[in-house]
């Protein structure tokens, strides 16, 4: 595989996917971890003297429309703060041509508004390859996605390589999971629920106990209760059916409901088996939270990846809070990954005492399945 510290970059256009995709509040960025993650491959760049493109998605926004709740701007307005002396520009119509000198970034609106993103379309592809000489993929977080930017774009460039976050995330969960110690205990949440169901059958086969919580638990919960109007995929209920057999999943026994989604909601904590047509769970409740701390703090590794309710709504954070704490507090080598969890690890301030913070969500998991990542074995060809 190239890496791009071998490359000479001196004047060449290199297009650099990263994953800047951070949770924003009224378009305010509440967790700037992956960018500032990804601030040394930049400086790298710039180092190199190279001619600069900054690719990235931001949430998931309907393709062929602009909507200003997913651009990429405050990121731009927070790379400019961070790199005070470099000319940096932000770009909204690209795909016909861009200029840019050495020494100097564009960073290119939200990749996921251009039609044909996530089909990784080929026509995309060649528009984002005649941007550049090399492409640069080193946005591990969207490294189990096959789309345009992140790999179809490698089919017409004439160089790509790999970049140095994606390098040292890779190397470093392979060096963890060859090591790590049984008791392993897997948390699983938040609210991403099909890409995470297909990776909970490979993820059972190293955990010894799986605590769910979020949309993934509320599946697992509607084969034995109604939910109401709680989150779930109808679609994976079989599936569920059979991972529940490996009795190596725990689910939250009471929650936190409510009848309205908004950040003012009010919580009632009821049992699993008492949700009215009109509630909806949005975090789990107290009697959970013991449950799970005692699994917890039996662990030698912990697995965390998505927060156990919506967080962001300050009724509904105290389970996800609870239980970032006892894995925090825990004695065991405990790995986080993903967006939501970065933004839930900042937001109670346990960031030192997580043994290891991973910038993928859905990567990370994918990874710990497969041991490798689509583009991996694309840039080994
Ligand atoms: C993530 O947050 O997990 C990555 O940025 C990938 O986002 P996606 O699930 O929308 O592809």
Redesign the pocket.
Known sequence: MLHMKDLNLENKRVFIRL?L?VPLKNNKIISSE?IDRSLPTIKLALKKNAKIILA?????PKEGQYDKKFSLFPVFKYLKKKLPEVNITFSKKYLEGINVNTHQIVVLENV?FNCGE?DNNIDLSKQYANLCDIFVMD?F??A??I?SSTYGICNFVQKSCIGPLLYSEVKTLKNILNKSKHPIVTIIGGA?VS?KFNLLSSLLKITDTMLLGGGIANTFISLFYPIGKSLYEKNFQNKAKTLYKTKKILLPIDSRVSTSYSIDSIATIKSVSNILPHEEILDIGNKTVQKYKKIIQQAKTILWNGPMGVFEFPNFSKGTEEIAKSIANSTAFSVAG???TIAVIDLFNIYKKISYIST?????LEFIENKTLPILEKLKK
């Open positions: 994953d995709n992956r990235s998605h931001l949430g998931r996921r996530t946005a977080a969207t189990h996605r789309e991403k890409t993903g967006g939501d993928g969500g859905g990567a990370f």
